[in-house]
């Protein structure tokens, strides 16, 4: 299992950025996908997910400015963010089969 993420950056506050996250190695189309952020000196957070079927769940912290969304035909699975805010300045990774992490991409807002 390989997961590439790709799409960090620096922008300015209130600014997007949409992140990639290319999966291989296993049947993508049957296996939800999380993203996942870890800011300095703070835990690491759940920021969205989507299933098989393709229904999603978003933390309430992004609610409303994060989509995450998926291709398979692309095996690839997409965190459009809206709105950043400097809080949300982390290391976002894409995780899948409750085991298996990318190196992430760094988001950084200011």
């Known amino acids: 299992v390989q997961l590439v993420e790709s799409g960090g950056g620096l922008v300015q506050p209130g600014g997007s950025l949409r992140l990639s996250c290319v999966a291989s190695?296993?049947?993508?189309?049957?296996?939800?996908m999380t993203w996942v952020r870890q800011a300095p000196e703070k835990e690491r957070e759940g920021v969205a997910a989507?299933?098989?079927?393709?229904?999603?769940t978003t933390a309430d912290s992004v609610k409303g400015r994060f989509t995450v969304s998926k291709d398979n035909a692309k095996n690839t699975e997409y965190l459009q963010m809206n709105s950043l805010k400097s809080e949300d300045t982390a290391l976002y990774y894409c995780?899948?089969?409750?085991?298996?992490w990318g190196r992430g991409t760094q988001v950084t807002v200011s």
């Open positions: 989507i299933d098989k079927d393709g229904t999603t």
């Open positions: 995780f899948t089969l409750g085991a298996y």
């Open positions: 190695g296993f049947d993508f189309s049957s296996h939800a």
